[in-house]
């Protein structure tokens, strides 16, 4: 069930493997009530999330991205998440200077236990992604 | 003047290394050209002058013989910047410094003249350049005519260096200058600058000049901007895979980037490339007091990572 | 009908509103600094003034076309088999490159040899080339690194342009050179070009005589030995960084790649413009690269040019002098010189400069 009814938009979610992959299915189990627009991608850690692929998202198609990683500490790969925060902080600050809403990229910590938080965070952001409306960064030009 | 300094360094050097590279007249008066030295009678086609924009070092990490390089200050970020990432061997690397008073944009003064066709450049005592064309001569200030970087360049005295031709020279630009022009576009709503670089980035042609002169650009030939597999950008030529390209070179240079502005000036299509590196570099600072190209000692900020943030603060929902 | 037209400079504008009528209409225009070829349209800046950076070949011969598009279907009787569907949009709308110049038109030239003139004519470039009526600007003046007339063009050359413009003071003299260009004269617009027949010709004249020649003798005779030397070419181009630009700005460069992009059984076949001084060039699946160095794949740009298409195609010069790949290159590699390095005549006063150095 989307938000809007009947009018879901593209979100994309990279959760990493060992804790909020792990989240989003304890929700599931739980059968916690969630938007349904999110689209998951699996990761084996938010330090493989490369920028880039958040920047391809939103500019073929996504109307917003979600990262999501195991708590500073806690990354399975014991580094993964601070690199990646770094990165991702990087990015968030860049998307505004080109004209995209910095608002429609969040990254955050969901532990394989916090299936309400995940909840929280799924139906959070796909609010903020609706209220933003659809993005049309894509725009074909030949020149 | 510098270039007798320059030339005796060079012949000072020439015996231990395999080759002096420095710059020689261009095609006309106002374009200078890499001139590679090997022999001493080869030193009298050496100029030196405001012409000299190019970033030599970016030939550095692809030679395996031991070299000499004359650099400017900016120039020798690059050096520092491939030592923090061990992409050069110091020992391998004979650099001649050249204390700078600031260079030419060949594109600004183009602009100042209507494109005529140059027939001569001097300089006089002043800071001028004078330009001559069928239409007579032009007197430009240097200070007019520089690139971006010059106007607020910190480090005109090169921060390393084995020889220095001349007197250091300390800059008088406020530090806040230098990120001044970022923070000002920052300031347009996000549909202006949406609207600009759509503008902007819609003349590339995609012809990666500006990835292939960056001297931060080391992966070249295996750039994902070419691999197909990942296919990360297709051969359409929308504006949609011009801008990912951009986005590539620009977040691959993330507290990288030493702002050479070689990518700007040789883009063939006068595109404003290098705003969106110091973009990344004004946040880097910010973030993480880091600024590319000046301790040979630091690391660069993506390489590593502190387990308690002081500036990165969670975001909520 | 007189035979030469005249256009005064107020009434260029009404011109090419005519011309759009029926016709999409590029022409230079200014953007900040850059003068790019661009559908015409009344809020464009145009710029006659100096070469457009880019050259105007991408309106016949696109950066980026699809040639098809393709889906896979299923059989609804047997899941097991595929059929796939194919369609191409072969429609091309008449056009107008106007105010390009001699050497931009003369490059269509070299590219009729590859794509018309042979058994199996390129379809879509033909089409193209067919439905678009090139009207040139002759030069007044050479830009920096133009060297027309040493390629046996010059700024008022006439192959491959349909109509030639020579500007004047008030307005200017136009030349038909072809049928299609004999048409524009019925415009309006067009006044009689008679009177005006002398002044253009000797501003043609003088034109010429400014550009410089940078070959000794009319007839470039690349020394064999000397492009045959790695050695030569090593110091030669060893600035060369190894980017798009001489390629992609070369109004006669036309190397091109063919790529499959599909997803979900859905896609098409795009045609796009390589260059032979990327890496990726030669690579071939093994990952053997045959040109691995850029002084390698500097070889084959000049021996394309200057060497292996005169040798199939009667001796015409792939290259039309433009200056762009000097302009615009990023370390300043002139190819003018290297060529001239490269003659039998040039060979010689380097053997004497080389033995005065030792
Ligand atoms: S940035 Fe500084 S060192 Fe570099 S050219 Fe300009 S003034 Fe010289
Ligand atoms: S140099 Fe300019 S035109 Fe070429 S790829 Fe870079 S931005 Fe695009
Ligand atoms: S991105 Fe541009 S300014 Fe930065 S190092 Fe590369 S060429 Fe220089
Ligand atoms: S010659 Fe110049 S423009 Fe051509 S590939 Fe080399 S550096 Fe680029
Ligand atoms: S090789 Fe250079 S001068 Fe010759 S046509 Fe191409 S761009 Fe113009
Ligand atoms: S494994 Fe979860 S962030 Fe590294």
């Known amino acids: 069930m989307s938000v809007v009814a009947g009018k879901e938009l593209r979100i994309v979610g990279f959760l990493c493997n060992w804790c909020s992959y792990g989240g989003a299915d304890t929700a599931g189990v739980s059968r916690f009530k969630q938007p349904t627009d999110l689209r998951i991608i699996k990761v084996p850690c938010s330090g493989r999330v490369d920028p880039l692929f958040v920047v391809r998202a939103l500019l073929t198609g996504a109307d917003g991205v979600l990262v999501s990683g195991c708590h500073p500490r806690d990354c399975h790969y014991t580094d993964g998440n601070f690199y990646a925060r770094r990165r991702l902080e990087m990015l968030k600050r860049l998307l505004p200077f080109v004209g995209i809403d910095e608002r429609r990229f969040h990254y955050t910590w969901v532990s394989a236990s916090e299936g309400q938080k995940w909840q929280q965070v799924v139906t959070d952001f796909t609010n903020r992604i609706h209220q933003l409306g659809p993005l049309h960064v894509k725009k074909e030009n030949e020149g | 003047m510098s270039t007798e300094k320059v030339k005796e360094a060079i012949a000072k050097i020439l015996p231990d290394v395999e080759t002096v590279i420095c710059y020689q007249q261009g095609f006309d008066g106002l374009h200078t050209t890499p001139l590679f030295i090997k022999i001493p009678e080869e030193i009298n086609g050496l100029i030196w002058n405001p012409l000299c924009v190019q970033n030599l070092t970016s030939y550095l990490p692809s030679i395996k013989k031991k070299v000499g390089i004359v650099v400017k200050g900016c120039d020798s970020r690059t050096i520092v910047q491939y030592l923090q990432e061990g992409l050069i061997d110091r020992e391998k690397i004979v650099i001649i410094g050249v204390p700078c008073t600031g260079v030419v944009s060949v594109k600004k003064v183009l602009r100042e003249i209507g494109h005529q066709p140059v027939a001569g450049v001097a300089f006089d005592d002043n800071g001028n350049i004078v330009v001559k064309t069928s239409k007579g001569d032009r007197t430009l200030a240097i200070a007019d005519v520089c690139p971006d970087k010059c106007a607020t360049c910190q480090y005109p005295t090169p921060i390393v260096y084995d020889y220095l031709a001349g007197d250091p020279i300390k800059s008088d630009k406020p530090k806040e200058s230098v990120h001044e022009d970022i923070r000002q576009f920052d300031e347009k709503t996000l549909e202006e600058k949406k609207a600009y670089w759509e503008k902007e980035l819609e003349k590339c042609i995609r012809c990666y000049a500006c990835r292939n002169a960056c001297p931060m650009c080391i992966c070249q030939d295996s750039c994902i901007a070419e691999t197909r597999e990942p296919h990360w950008i297709s051969q359409k030529l929308s ?36 705003k969106l590196k110091k973009k990344i570099n004004t946040e880097m600072k910010e973030l993480f007091n880091y600024e590319p190209g000046v301790d040979p000692d630091g690391k660069p900020p993506m390489y590593t990572f502190n387990v308690d943030e002081v500036k990165i603060k969670e975001h909520k929902l | 009908m007189p035979d030469t037209g005249y256009l005064p400079k107020e009434k260029v504008k009404d011109f090419m509103r005519e011309l759009a009528k029926d016709a999409v209409v590029y022409a230079p225009c200014l953007e900040g600094d850059t003068v790019i070829f661009r559908p015409f349209s009344e809020e464009r800046t145009l710029c006659f003034d100096r070469p457009a950076n880019s050259p105007p070949k991408s309106v016949i011969y696109p950066q980026s076309e699809q040639l098809f598009a393709f889906e896979y279907k299923k059989d609804p009787e047997d899941h097991q088999k595929m059929s796939v569907e194919l369609k191409a949009d072969t429609n ?141 070419w090593e110091e030669a181009v060893s600035k060369c960084v190894s980017c798009g630009a001489c390629t992609y700005l070369c109004p006669t460069c036309y190397c091109f790649n063919i790529t499959d992009e599909q997803a979900s059984g859905k896609g098409e076949r795009i045609r796009s413009w390589d260059a032979c001084m990327f890496f990726h060039f030669t690579l071939e699946a093994s990952t053997h690269n045959p040109r691995p160095t850029r002084f390698q794949r500097f070889k084959n740009r000049v021996g394309h040019k200057f060497v292996y298409y005169p040798e199939k195609y009667d001796g015409a010069i792939a290259c039309c002098g433009c200056g762009r790949c000097i302009r615009y290159c990023p370390v300043s590699v002139d190819i003018s010189e290297i060529v001239s390095n490269l003659t039998e005549s040039g060979q010689k006063q380097q053997q004497t400069a080389g033995s005065a150095k030792k």
């Open chain 2, 239 to 274: 504006l949609t895979e011009k801008f990912m390209f951009h986005m590539i070179h620009a977040v691959h240079l993330a507290g990288r980037c030493v702002e050479c502005g070689e990518c700007e000036r040789v883009c063939p299509m006068d595109i404003p490339v290098a």
């Open chain 3, 92 to 232: 091309v709308p008449g056009m107008v490159i106007f105010a390009a110049r001699p050497c931009d038109a003369r490059g269509f030239t070299i590219y009729d040899r590859v794509f018309i003139d042979t058994d199996t004519p390129d379809p879509y470039y033909k089409k193209r080339r067919e439905n678009t009526l090139i009207v040139t600007l002759s030069c007044a003046e050479p830009s920096p690194g133009c060297f027309c007339v040493g390629v046996g063009g010059g700024p008022a050359h006439k192959e491959g342009s349909d109509a030639m413009m020579t500007e004047l003071e008030g307005g200017y003299f136009i030349e038909p050179v072809s049928e299609k260009g004999k048409a524009i004269l019925n415009k309006s617009m067009i006044e009689d070009g008679s009177p005006y027949l002398q002044k253009a010709q000797e501003a043609q004249a003088k034109a010429h005589e400014a550009v410089k020649n940078p070959f000794e003798t009319d007839k470039l005779k690349i020394s064999q030995d000397l492009f045959n030397n790695d050695a030569f």
